[in-house]
């Protein structure tokens, strides 16, 4: 575990994961292209859930490694990546199931967004977080949800558009758990173990 821990905090590690993440960055938003080109301008922010999400976490580690926090970037980071790092996965899941076979760009999308998951977490002990941070994260967290399933503004997967309203109230849950796992992993743990220390 200690080994872990250096590795997360490693200068050349966390350069090394800060390239991936710009470029995975660069290389969603252009996933996203046709559909920014036909979604009106004031939903545009919206709409690339996941390269917004690894933006978060870029910046975080922009930050991170000169030593500096930004409390809610990071509650954003952590929420939207384990958000919709989940979310990427079970989609392609999904179409997987319903299509009998998956393209190899699905089969990659599930690995990097599996992947977009665990980072998030993985660098919970190093968060800055507090109550009001996770407060507007979700706030964001579940109005990205309404401009997505209300105003249909969600990513474009056309097997799956039949299932919209399931999918719609699995994202709300997904939003929710995202938000306990954030509370769980940055505050109530961190109180426990404060509260342990005093203790003794």
């Keep these: 575990m200690n080994y872990v821990k250096h590795l997360l905090q490693d200068r050349t590690f966390l350069i090394l994961l800060w390239i991936i993440n710009f470029f ?31 933006l978060f976490f870029t910046i975080f580690l922009t930050f991170y490694i000169f030593g500096k926090h930004l409390p809610y970037i990071e509650a954003l980071a952590l929420i939207t990546l384990f958000k919709y790092g989940i979310w990427a996965v079970v989609m392609n899941l999904l179409m997987l199931i319903l299509n009998g076979s998956l393209s190899w760009q699905g089969y990659m999308l599930m690995a990097s967004h599996g992947a977009m998951a665990i980072q998030g977490l993985l660098y919970a002990p190093f968060y800055k977080i507090k109550i009001k941070h996770i407060v507007v994260a979700g706030i964001w967290t579940v109005h990205n949800d309404i401009i997505d399933y209300v105003y249909k503004m969600m990513p474009r997967y056309s097997s799956l558009d039949q299932y919209m309203n399931e999918i719609g109230y699995f994202t709300f849950w997904l939003s929710i758990l995202s938000l306990a796992i954030a509370y769980i992993l940055t505050i109530r743990n961190k109180t426990t173990i404060t509260y342990h220390n005093h203790q003794v």
């Design 24 to 54: 995975g960055t660069i290389y969603g938003y252009m996933w996203y292209d046709d559909q920014l080109a036909i979604t009106p301008a004031k939903f545009l922010i919206f709409v690339p859930d996941s390269p917004t999400a690894s």
